[in-house]
């Protein structure tokens, strides 16, 4: 059973900077490629970023390329998200997700087969 667990949510000010983490228990991190997305009261969950499971390719969504990176460190079975230049069209409960398609980068939800509880994500003006 794979087990992921979120943390690094929190209110921030517009323009500030939070870096989310992602621990992975239950199964090497390796196996995986891995996701992160987002959902806003009353809206669906979207897609944030996404990693192969070696770290060789990312992907993200036009809302935040430039301003959010996805990384991982397999040895270390966490995920990162680091996201700077924060608006508030950016608060939401972030969630990551593993994939066993390791080497495809999978933007739709239904494809990921595990997921953590969530962590909150506030942005302030």
């Known amino acids: 059973q794979v087990q992921l667990v979120e943390s690094g949510g929190e209110s921030v000010q517009v323009g500030g900077s939070l870096r989310l983490s992602c621990a992975v228990s239950?199964?090497?991190?390796?196996?995986?490629?891995m996701g992160w997305f987002r959902q806003a009261p009353g809206k669906e969950r979207d897609f944030v970023a996404a990693?192969?499971?070696?770290?060789?390719?990312?992907r993200y969504a036009d809302s935040v390329k430039g301003r959010f990176t996805i990384s991982r460190d397999n040895a270390k079975n966490t995920v990162w998200l680091q996201m700077n230049s924060l608006k508030p069209e950016d608060t939401a409960v972030y969630y990551c997700?593993?994939?066993?398609?390791?080497?495809?980068?999978?933007?739709?939800?239904?494809?990921?087969?595990?997921w953590g509880q969530g962590t909150q994500v506030t942005v302030s003006s």
């Open positions: 997700a593993a994939d066993r398609s390791r080497y495809f980068i999978s933007t739709t939800p239904n494809e990921y087969d595990y």
């Open positions: 990693i192969t499971y070696n770290g060789a390719i990312t």
């Open positions: 239950g199964r090497t991190l390796s196996d995986y490629a």
